[in-house]
């Protein structure tokens, strides 16, 4: 490996191919279910993501697919990281390729659901809560791949390390600033963005916990079949 890009990768530690391929399983799954819970938001119609707002505002002025969208600002984004002198994981890089297909495509296989009829906020809001699960479910499991941090979340690290900001400052700053520039774009702000708001961290806080005890115990038993490899050796 080429030493500038040894420089910029995070290191990974010495795992066997099966605890390496059980991350990486791990890693794909979790980007396409968080693909999958963005569409799922979207569809619903009553509010999105800061950044889903931003990603739909820009499709209003170009008219570009939203998944090309998405990774063209997770591209921008990482150009942020370079000032801030983070560290870009192999997480990092695939996050921002695959996210933004993954929700392309289930944007085409869910069709969109009518809103003329208000009788259709009883599908809608269970539509949407059901991203939102989905998204944090994926967060829990793209985090504890231990890859490295998607886009979004690092610009959010490395502005806290940066400046000392606590963490819920950084965050209110940048998602505030990307939901306003959103709006401007002419992306829908709808109690989604609120629902979102408060319930993405609380959700993700309570899953994250589980995919981390499941990540030790896998790491234990891997760790206990290489010693009776060693001591039958």
Known sequence: MPAWLSRMVLPVTAVSRRDLGRR???????????????ALMVRAEIGVSPWDVLT???????????GLIIVLTSAAVLLLWIPLRQRVGVGTL??????????????????PVPTEDPATWWFRVPLFLLGL????????MYITASFGPGPRDGLMTGVVRVTRWPIWVARTLIEGSVLVVGVLLGGPLGIGALIFAFGVGPLVGWILPWFERRRSAAEGREAARVEARAAAA
Do not use: D, H, R, S
Not at 24 to 38: E, N, R
Not at 57 to 63: A, E, K
Not at 96 to 110: C, K, N, R, S, Y
Not at 133 to 140: D, I, S
């Open 24 to 38: 990486t399983v791990q890693l794909i799954v979790g980007l396409w279910l968080y693909g999958v819970g963005i």
């Open 56 to 66: 739909l505002g820009i499709q209003q002025q170009t008219g570009l697919g939203f």
């Open 94 to 111: 695939v996050n921002g390729m695959l996210v933004g297909p993954f929700a392309e495509l289930t944007l085409a296989i869910v069709p």
């Open 133 to 140: 699960v989905v998204l944090a479910t994926a967060t829990g």
